[in-house]
């Protein structure tokens, strides 16, 4: 009886101490990502600067794993906002001109997207660098919305 504990006491501890026991999401998902968005534009609609300095930085929660905001103005499609710290090069360019490195030019269908009516969410898939060390493009799907004179997103990773 005693060797069975003992059997049973080891197997436990080798499963509860596995490395895929311990091991955290690094990819966040369609459904962590919609919550982002929704956080995003409440904060917008509060404090449009503060909300755009946050996104930028990457702080009150809008930079998590590979999951952050950015924006454009829905008028001329400057982007004013971008949490990836590999894409910083892309604030201020028009997103209507935006490619992937397939050739697809996604930022047109994003800025089609954030046309749509408030509260309407679109879908835009591309390939596009995670935030980190990698730069190399990756199969990507953004949540895009009008937020009051805005038009933001949040992109998951597909891998």
């Known amino acids: 009886m005693f060797r069975t504990f003992l059997i049973v006491a080891a197997a436990s501890a080798v499963i509860a101490l596995s490395p895929t026991a311990f091991a955290q999401q690094t990819n966040g998902t369609a459904a962590e990502a919609k919550a982002m968005l929704e956080h995003a534009i409440v904060a917008v609609k509060e404090n449009k ?91 990507k799907i953004s949540l895009v919305t009008r937020a009051g004179d805005l038009g933001c997103g949040v992109g998951y990773y597909k891998q």
């Open 49 to 139: 600067a503060n909300a755009i300095d946050m996104f930028n930085k990457g702080a009150g929660g809008f930079l998590d794993r590979d999951l952050y905001v950015f924006c454009s103005n829905l008028d001329n499609g400057k982007i004013v906002a971008i949490g990836n710290p590999n894409a910083k090069q892309l604030l201020g360019q028009d997103a209507r001109t935006l490619k992937d490195a397939t050739g697809k030019v996604f930022g047109l269908e994003l800025f089609a997207g954030e046309h749509e009516p408030e509260g309407q969410i679109t879908e835009v898939s591309y390939m596009f660098p995670k935030p980190g060390a990698d730069k190399t493009p990756v199969p």
